[in-house]
């Protein structure tokens, strides 16, 4: 008859080492969960990218990634949001002088950590009035990353 019993150690033998500390997850942006009109706003936004030329569209982390090809331009909400439950993303590899200047007196736009060569952009919707003016920053961004697929850029991962 076959015994098992547990493996003795013996005093020579190194104890475990416990396990390091993960490092806490700071440096992961919190995704928020959207709102109702956010939802509504994501949709309408979405149905209008994709009817834009070489514009295809990958989910992403509770995020539809909207590329030019294959240069990442704005990241609409489809459960989740990153800066507010009302708001989206776009992407600017550098933002031109002119539009940092229009996007600095927009209290809708906030540039990820608030530093000059900021790339990604979010955008805060309040109501269907302020789509007009989301296309036209989503039309920017991908206007931006014609420049970047005619230099040979690559996507960028978030």
């Not at 990218?49 to 590329?67: D, H, N, Q």
């Not at 990820?112 to 790339?119: C, L, S």
């Not at 309040?126 to 789509?131: A, E, K, L, Q």
């Amino acid at each position: 008859m076959l015994r098992f019993t547990a493996a003795i150690r013996s005093p020579n033998t190194p104890k475990r080492s416990p396990s390091k500390p993960k490092p806490p997850f700071s440096q992961r942006p919190k995704l928020l969960r959207i709102s109702d009109e956010m939802r509504e706003w994501s949709a309408m936004l979405k149905h209008e990218l994709s009817t834009w030329p070489r514009v295809s569209s990958r989910p992403m982390f509770g995020l539809a990634g909207f590329y030019r090809e294959k240069v990442i331009f704005a990241a609409l909400p489809r459960t989740r949001a990153l800066t507010s439950p009302n708001s989206f993303i776009f992407k600017f590899t550098p933002m031109p002088p002119a539009l940092s200047q229009r996007a600095e007196k927009d209290p809708r736009i906030n540039s990820e950590k608030q530093a000059p060569g900021a790339k990604w952009f979010s955008f805060e919707l309040h109501s269907t009035d302020d789509i007009r003016d989301a296309l036209w920053w989503l039309n920017q961004a991908y206007e931006a990353a014609k420049q970047a697929c005619a230099t040979g850029r690559r996507k960028v991962k978030m």
